[in-house]
């Protein structure tokens, strides 16, 4: 199936890191763009040297308790080369466990990360399954680095990377097993993302979304929540929204798990490090004043 962005709607170009220009397709809304170009310029350090660990790079978050005998003592030399590996390692749990929900996964099935990234996740699931893996993304850099890691790994044929809108994607109606978002739902209407996820799903296949949202026994989002918005030039959406949207487009939540315990030792690892960017204080008050929650949320399609 072609894009559904037309040949006269894609306006510029930008060369591969094979040479080769590929084409960008336009964004459809000044804010897209807005998203492209913060994307296509972020190039934070807790994102590649969290990577360079093992080579999975990731633009999420972590779960899981902190492993303080692998970390040793503060003092020593090695210390912060052993707390980043520690904070990749809890990254690297936290695609797992969005893995371990997308259910039985057949090598024939194709799967679709959208907002994948530099495509740390999408290498896992080919690496656990043996599937096809599309990724979307608006920033052409990302898709260009998740493509040329998966060439350096042997896996292009596999998993690939496309500059797209994850509202509007090129895949057939039906022809995905299962897909997910993993920290990007923020970035989108619920309704209009929720309604191609069930166009792209098979009957019967799985979406995962593992996000931060805000708490509506909270009242309204707090000023830790409008921080991260800011941040992250981001929308960050109520619990109460995921559920509403997704019941309105025929996905059918079958587990619902509130990460909220699981992610505050990341963040709280991570406030010790030279990797800070200035929202840690953010996510650490608003997970503990409960007016923020991060959240797994599998529904199938029915």
Request: hydrophobic content about 35%; glycine content about 8%.
């Amino acid at each position: 199936m072609d894009s559904p962005v037309t040949s006269t709607e894609r306006t510029s170009t930008a060369p591969t890191t094979t040479g080769s220009p590929v084409f960008i397709p336009s964004p459809a809304t000044p804010y897209q763009g807005d998203i492209a170009r913060y994307w296509d310029g972020e190039a934070r350090p807790v994102n590649l040297r969290l990577g360079d660990v093992d080579g999975l790079y990731h633009h999420h978050y972590g779960i899981g308790d902190v492993d303080h005998d692998a970390l040793g003592d503060p003092e020593n030399s090695a210390y912060e080369k052993k707390l980043i590996a520690e904070l990749h390692r809890l990254e690297s749990a936290q695609a797992e466990l969005l893995l371990d929900h997308l259910g039985p996964i057949d090598r024939d099935d194709t799967l679709v990360d959208a907002g994948c990234g530099r495509g740390g996740s999408m290498v896992m699931a080919h690496q656990r399954f043996g599937c096809k893996v599309e990724g979307v993304t608006l920033s052409a850099k990302q898709a260009d680095f998740a493509n040329r890691r998966a060439r350096e790994l042997g896996i292009d044929d596999h998993v690939r990377a496309r500059v797209c809108n994850m509202l509007g994607t090129p895949f057939e109606t039906g022809q995905a097993a299962a897909s997910w978002n993993n920290e990007s739902s923020m970035y989108v209407d619920l309704d209009d993302l929720f309604a191609e996820h069930s166009r792209v799903l098979a009957t019967g296949g799985r979406y995962v979304t593992i996000t931060g949202c805000w708490n509506p026994r909270y009242g309204q989002p707090s000023k830790w929540v409008s921080q991260i918005n800011a941040h992250f030039e981001c929308n960050i959406h109520s619990r109460r929204e995921y559920l509403r949207a997704m019941a309105d487009h025929r996905l059918v939540p079958q587990a619902v798990v509130d990460l909220t315990p699981a992610t505050l030792p990341y963040w709280e690892l991570r406030a010790t490090s030279s990797l800070v960017t200035g929202i840690e204080e953010a996510f650490i008050n608003s997970y503990k004043d409960g007016s923020f929650q991060y959240l797994l949320i599998a529904a199938d399609r029915v």
